[in-house]
């Protein structure tokens, strides 16, 4: 069972999650909401997110494959939950796609730039791309209760 402090934190991340997703809907933002969405549930930093490519996703396995993680040696292969997923597919059918097959070309974003605009959009003002990733531990507990 989890304490009153850990429930209280998971609920704030719950929280923001959903404030942060439907601004960046209403601000028709789709490349830095599937950002946010990939950023969250994959747990993957900044570059790594920004070094992904469309034919890395196998959307049937639900995986990123050969992940180049910046604080490992080996490649790995990330599993992906629906949400993901869909977020993913949806930002592929709208992007205009660049040689370089990049998910999230360098020309439109950046890490810290992408952290700034939510931050922006949202109104909150301690947002960070790391904190991201400690929200998707929350969320991805409350996916495993139930």
Known sequence: MHDKQFLLEQEYCI??????????????????????????????????MLSL???????????????KFLKE????????????????????????????NKIFPDTSCSGFLNANKIRELTGIINLSGHMFRQMGLYLDNRLWEG
């Not at 993901?84 to 660049?98: D, F, H, R, Y």
């Open 73 to 100: 040696k080996d490649n790995k292969d990330v599993f992906l939950n629906d949400i993901t997923i869909k977020a993913l597919k949806e930002w592929q059918s709208i992007q205009n796609q660049t040689k370089d």
């Open 53 to 67: 490519k469309w034919n890395q996703i196998d959307f049937k396995n639900k995986i990123i494959k050969n992940v």
């Open 15 to 48: 929280y923001l999650q959903d404030r942060i997703c439907t601004k960046l809907i209403e601000a028709k933002e789709y490349e830095l909401y599937c950002y946010f969405i990939c950023s969250v549930y994959s747990h993957l930093r900044q570059r790594e």
